[in-house]
């Protein structure tokens, strides 16, 4: 079990949770895990598991992208393009991990589409 002081990337850079629509099986909010291990993940932020485009990934109704959850509360979208990588250094893979160190750049979130 993590604790906050585990999570030295910072509360605003990490994801808790995220969308997952009926796209993915099921539309439920759920956790993340971003290792590269499709087994291992509750929500799947690994290259195998592009947003909108598999069972165990990411997923919405909304055009472009998923809102997701960071540690500090804050809701954010991601894009469907947003950079991954099969070696977990893409943005997608580090804005799900807790303490890989690496800085998050100022666009891996943006302003998505109106809710209500």
Known sequence: MA????VTDGASNTTIAG??????????WAGVVSNRFETDAVTDASHRSPINHSLTG??????????VVLLDGSVRFVIDSIDSRADGTGVFQRIAGKSDGAATPSDAFTKGPKLF
Do not use: A, C, P
Not at 3 to 6: G, Q, S
Not at 58 to 67: A, F, Q, T
């Open 58 to 67: 990411y997923s919405s109704e909304h055009n472009g992208g998923v809102y």
């Open 3 to 6: 604790r906050i002081r585990d």
């Open 19 to 28: 969308e997952r629509s009926k796209i993915s099986g099921v539309g439920i």
